[in-house]
């Protein structure tokens, strides 16, 4: 019961923002800096898009793509950019040709989907990528008291661990780059470019 009623006043958007502030998001963006500034001039896609808060960080001249499946983020997504490109719908069935977009990003959504949807967004995210993917999700570490804590109110209950993490991507993406790293939760970025990719 009091989860629930945690997760209803962690989904009004700017909670929602001031939690994932206080989660280390500022840190999360200095690590994806690096890798967003390539897609300078070109269309990101941000699948599990949340509010759009990425948004504050990109180039002016980034072609940036929103993708969530939640109505009441896009509203907080509507309040930052009144005029950005939106797409309401699912990871797994991403309504996108073949390599239409630079750079897909992905942050924080892999452990709200089972390993079967997991697999399915992997797979359109390839599909739709044309030459960077960018990976970032916090991940399981058993022997860790503050990390388990937070995954006790986290919404995602598929939390999964580094490997098992690289060896799925790896099934779709050909690795350019990996770091872990601790904030409160213990995190993978995962940099690549679709298998196969010219």
């Given at each position: ?31 994806l800096?690096p890798?967003?500034l390539r897609?300078k001039?070109?269309?990101?896609l ?11 960080i ?6 940036y ?7 009441q983020?896009?509203?907080g997504?509507?309040q ?5 490109l939106a ?9 996108l ?43 399981e570490?058993?022997n860790s ?20 993490l690289?060896?799925?991507?790896q099934?779709?993406?050909?690795m ?8 409160f939760?213990?995190?993978l ?7 196969g990719?010219?």
């Amino acid at each position: 019961m009091q989860a629930q009623i945690l997760e209803k006043i962690v989904a009004i958007p700017r909670i929602y923002d001031g939690v994932q502030r206080i989660a280390g998001r500022e840190e999360n963006y200095r690590r994806l800096m690096p890798f967003l500034l390539r897609a300078k001039g070109e269309m990101l896609l941000d699948t599990g898009a949340g509010t759009g808060a990425i948004t504050r960080i990109l180039d002016p001249t980034i072609r940036y793509t929103w993708l969530d499946i939640d109505p009441q983020k896009l509203s907080g997504f509507r309040q930052k950019c009144p005029r950005g490109l939106a797409v309401l719908g699912s990871v797994t069935e991403i309504p996108l040709a073949r390599s239409s977009v630079h750079t897909t990003l992905c942050v924080a959504v892999s452990h709200h989907l089972t390993d079967r949807e997991l697999g399915k967004m992997l797979a359109e995210l390839a599909r739709v990528c044309g030459k960077q993917f960018i990976f970032l999700d916090a991940v399981e570490k058993r022997n860790s008291p503050v990390s388990n804590f937070m995954w006790r109110y986290d919404r995602g209950s598929h939390p999964r661990t580094a490997e098992r993490l690289t060896t799925m991507l790896q099934e779709h993406f050909e690795m350019e780059e990996t770091q872990q790293y601790s904030i409160f939760h213990h995190y993978l970025l995962f940099v690549g470019r679709p298998i196969g990719a010219a």
